[in-house]
């Protein structure tokens, strides 16, 4: 290692700690920040939550190929929409690794691929953040609008997308558009509206924001019922000093379960991880070791820092809730995509199972409650997993769309309201509570990580593995 990688971690840093866990029932910070260690590892390795995967991506592509009529073009811009521009070595604090191709035959359920599959089983994280970068893309954004706007399309598309819902999106202008007004307006997918009818804490009050514009007093909250925290998370965090600057070394995250094969092959094509990086012009090819190769990280705990002076974090710390990085924006969105590809997504989970006794408008209300429960699951082994967020920060983003927001002990307790049951798996609140309980306490030793990585990701880095600072860019 070179001593520009020398440098010891902040004071501020956030390992997990690791008592014995069992039971869930909650107790002080430390001790919920374990029981979330637990409980969102369990979510990452569980069948629900990686069905639930599969069958959001399953549903994009139905969508694409159905809007292109064209396998190879859709194929492509999903490609494309997946690795960005460039292929990014740190996309939403993970790696675009490579195998696109595997993950999307998984969730499709390409016949004869578990027979013939060798390699390392896809994790949660890579499905995961192929479908964030799906569904943030403008790829996604267009194929909506091409929706919205076309009867013809509304009709063929509406066993994909809740027509319903999307027409509820309103356009709006485009990023940039005051410097550059020619722009035309957009769909705007992602509103961060609050549909749930109950205030997001009892704590509500710590939340009331005074504000003075043109002279007058003007009181806002946006913990009361219709009211966003996602939209108001900046409110409640603020950027670390080194929040681009985040690596560890391949071993380490190997060794923690945090990274899989496909991952480092993809970290080892960085020019900084070459063996004769820094040396001059490039001499051969080869790639350093796992425990000496660079693995650009951006876990919340790390990028964000929650303000103490905050509603938010005053009221984690009266409920004993961990914080990371402020109500979940990220889950908000997954929601909010989930909710658009409803029809499709409740096909591809099939939920669609009569109940003995139940009408069918209480079946379609169980379908949307038991879609927006595994997609919040899911977002729970992903997020917190990783330490993108805490387990009350996704919940609250999940709250925008009617779920429960669970400060009390059923946040842990009560993952799903009443077990749910599929032709692929089962899954209920006592199912979580048995498992996690029995199973050894996950440990995360993230005072391994360093703060100091060269130029960031932004950095331009010569084919050798040299970083340019920025006097020395032509």
Not at 40 to 59: G, M
Not at 172 to 183: K, T
Not at 443 to 463: C, I
């Amino acid at each position: 290692m070179t001593s520009q990688h020398e440098r010891s971690p902040p004071p501020d840093a956030v390992p997990h700690a690791a008592p014995e866990v069992v039971d869930l029932r909650i107790g002080d910070i430390e001790r919920n920040q374990q029981i979330e260690a637990d409980i969102s590892r369990f979510a990452s390795e569980s069948l629900a939550a990686h069905r639930t995967a599969d069958a959001l991506l399953a549903t994009l592509n139905r969508l694409f190929l159905l809007i292109e009529d064209n396998e190879l073009r859709a194929s492509s811009r999903m490609l494309l929409s997946y690795t960005r521009d460039t292929p990014s070595f740190g996309v939403v604090g993970q790696l675009g690794a490579g195998g696109f191709s595997r993950i999307m035959s998984q969730a499709r359920g390409d016949a004869g691929l578990a027979s013939r599959d060798t390699q390392e089983p896809v994790a949660l994280r890579e499905k995961v953040t192929a479908f964030y970068n799906l569904t943030n893309s403008a790829y996604f954004r267009e194929t909506m609008e091409q929706i919205y706007r076309s009867p013809t399309l509304k009709n063929r598309a509406s066993a994909i997308v809740d027509i319903a819902y999307l027409e509820t999106r309103q356009f709006a202008p485009a990023r940039g558009a005051r410097n550059e007004p020619s722009l035309p307006d957009q769909l705007a997918l992602y509103t961060y509206d609050n549909e749930n009818a109950h205030d997001a804490s009892e704590n509500v009050d710590l939340y009331e924001k005074v504000d003075h514009v043109a002279g007058q007093s003007v009181v806002t909250n946006p913990a009361r019922a219709g009211g966003s925290l996602t939209r108001a998370q900046n409110e409640f965090r603020e950027k670390t000093e080194y929040a681009d600057n985040i690596w560890a070394v391949a071993s380490d995250l190997r060794n923690e379960q945090r990274i899989t094969a496909r991952e480092i092959a993809f970290a080892k094509l960085n020019p900084r991880n070459r063996v004769d990086s820094g040396d001059g012009a490039v001499k051969g090819f080869q790639a350093r070791q796992d425990d000496e190769t660079f693995v650009m990280r951006g876990n919340g705990v790390f990028v964000w820092r929650v303000k103490e002076e905050s509603g938010f974090f005053k009221d984690a710390q009266l409920q004993n809730k961990p914080t990371v990085a402020g109500p979940s924006g990220t889950t908000d969105r997954f929601m909010t995509a989930a909710r658009l590809l409803k029809p499709g997504l409740i096909g591809e989970l099939r939920l669609h199972q009569e109940r003995a006794g139940e009408a069918p408008v209480e079946g379609m209300a169980r379908e949307e409650r038991e879609m927006k429960e595994l997609v919040r699951w899911m977002a729970v082994g992903y997020l917190v997993d990783d330490n993108h967020h805490s387990m009350i920060e996704v919940n609250l983003g999940a709250a925008n769309h009617g779920l429960p927001v669970q400060w009390g002990d059923a946040l842990y307790l009560e993952a799903f309201e009443a077990p749910i049951e599929t032709d692929d798996f089962t899954i209920s609140s006592a199912e979580v509570v048995r498992t996690v309980a029995a199973r050894p306490p996950v440990t995360s030793h993230y005072e391994s990580f360093r703060y100091d990585f060269a130029g960031g990701s932004l950095a331009q880095v010569t084919p050798d593995g040299r970083v340019l600072d920025a006097a020395r860019k032509r």
